[in-house]
């Protein structure tokens, strides 16, 4: 009797992971390869001071219209994506940024410093500021936002790591204009890889965003970009009395997100970002080594900043800003003892400590905007990056002054500090948002009733 041989089993196919991934990948070069500017202003200071004898308060003031416009153009940039698509903003946006920082190479005057680094650098940047993250993470994933908001802010942290030891070494062997020209160099070369990898969204290849249930067809373009940004602030900051009455804090949640997010930025970029390096080689530290040590804040930044949106999917985000400001404003009133003119252990310590902390933030804050605004949120957010690069801006111009009047840094550390402190009371104000009040947009449902305790 004959006897067949059983059919083989089927060979199981293997899954390809989710386009989402590829467009967050994308996005995480692309913020690594326009972080250059970020990485240099501090390192500009005592070289344009030396050259030009400009006083620190001129340039600092330079480097604070930078901050000030990257944060008001944020919103804007949100609602130019939902107009024009991601991809285009983004491909202007790093091309402004290598126009104005390769134009630094031939100024003679402190207004062309303001122009180029300010205003088109500043405009350039703001394009490409945390609101790009937020509008990526919006469009192309309901689960795991909280964990990939924390990955794209890390990114900038990568950045500083790969570009500041790199920076500081060109500013000390080949003076500041082939760092200026590098930067803009290194935000040329990721256009290609915008252009012909990143998409707008998941409906342009025919997929629902990761972790949705179902497709989600791409919404038409929205015009009116300026009106809209506009129109979502006035809604944010001043809402109606229906949206007060809905468990909302009595001037909504806007105003505290907005004042904790200006003492960010005021303790980040303003501050440490900024003025770190001069202030260690005030007390004889050498360029290149308080620029490493800025790099390994960076480092640190990316543990802390990916474990920061592990914890926003499961812990109570207003608790966890209470405690990112609590522990940022100790370890800033103790940096004044630690400045010396070596690395020590107790500065190590400090670099490992602010790191795991600097932008930490981001992932409970925009939480929050998610949780409250919706389908807006990501222009909302970019509204409240503009309050963290307002505070940001007044820092790097008043620290500046503050060096020049005292001759020290000593009382911006210790007024950044107690600033920190306010910002830890503001985190525990913000109210819970009623579960019977106005819904999340659809595709925030999912991630709200998934999330751990908020």
């Keep these: 009797m004959r006897t067949t041989d059983p059919a083989p089993a089927p060979v199981p196919r293997r899954r390809r992971p989710h386009r989402a991934w590829s467009v967050a990948a994308v996005t995480f070069l692309t913020i690594i390869g326009a972080a250059g500017f970020a990485s240099l202003p501090g390192l500009l200071i005592d070289p344009l001071h030396a050259e030009f004898h400009w006083s620190r308060g001129t340039i600092g003031f330079a480097v604070s219209v930078n901050l000030a416009l990257y944060g008001l153009t944020a919103p804007f940039a949100a609602a130019l994506m939902d107009r024009f698509g991601i991809r285009r903003v983004v491909v202007v946006a790093l091309t402004v940024i290598a126009t104005g920082a390769g134009l630094t190479v031939f100024m003679t005057a402190s207004w062309q410093l303001v122009l180029y680094w300010g205003v088109l650098v500043g405009l350039g940047s703001g394009s490409m500021a945390l609101a790009f993250a937020a509008t990526v993470t919006g469009r192309w994933f309901t689960a795991r936002r909280g964990l990939v908001t924390g990955i794209l802010t890390a990114a900038g942290a990568s ?10 070494w060109i500013v000390d062997r080949h003076d500041w204009r082939p760092a200026a020209v590098t ?6 070369a990721v256009v290609p890889l ?3 990898l990143l998409r707008d969204h998941p409906a342009d290849v025919g997929v629902a965003p990761y972790g949705a249930t179902e497709f989600l067809p791409k919404p038409p373009p929205r015009r009116g970009a300026a009106r809209r940004a506009v129109r979502v602030l006035v809604s944010a900051a001043f809402p109606h009395s229906r949206l007060r009455s809905s468990g909302r804090t009595p001037m909504g949640p806007f105003w505290l ?3 904790t997010f200006a003492i960010c930025g005021a303790t980040t970029n303003g501050l440490v970002k900024t003025h770190f390096v001069p202030a260690a080689h005030d007390h004889g530290m050498p360029m290149t080594a308080a620029a490493s040590l800025l790099a390994v804040i960076g480092i640190f930044d990316i ?3 990916i474990a920061s949106g592990w914890f926003t999917d ?3 985000t207003r608790r966890l800003l209470a405690t ?3 522990l940022r404003g100790l370890s800033l009133m103790f940096l004044p003892l630690l400045l010396s003119d070596s690395v ?3 500065m190590v310590f400090f670099i490992v400590f602010y790191g795991l902390d600097w932008v930490a933030t981001v992932p409970p804050t925009l939480a929050l905007c998610r949780e409250y605004y919706g389908d807006d949120s990501a222009i909302v957010f970019g509204w409240v990056l503009a309050a963290h690069q307002v505070g940001a801006a007044l820092i790097a111009f008043l620290g500046g002054l503050a060096r020049d009047a005292f001759g020290t840094y000593n009382p911006v550390w210790y007024a950044s500090g107690a600033l920190c402190a306010v910002a830890a009371l503001m985190a525990l104000v913000i109210r819970e948002r009623h579960r019977g009040g106005p819904p999340a947009h659809p595709t925030e449902r999912g991630q709200l009733a998934n999330a751990g305790p908020s």
């Design 159 to 168: 950045g500083q790591l790969v570009f500041l030891p790199v920076l500081s």
């Design 183 to 188: 930067v803009a160099l290194a935000a040329l």
């Design 194 to 196: 915008v252009w012909l």
């Design 257 to 259: 997100l907005a004042g």
């Design 303 to 305: 543990a802390g900043t």
């Design 314 to 316: 499961r812990f109570n």
């Design 324 to 326: 990112y400001y609590g």
């Design 344 to 346: 020590h252990p107790p």
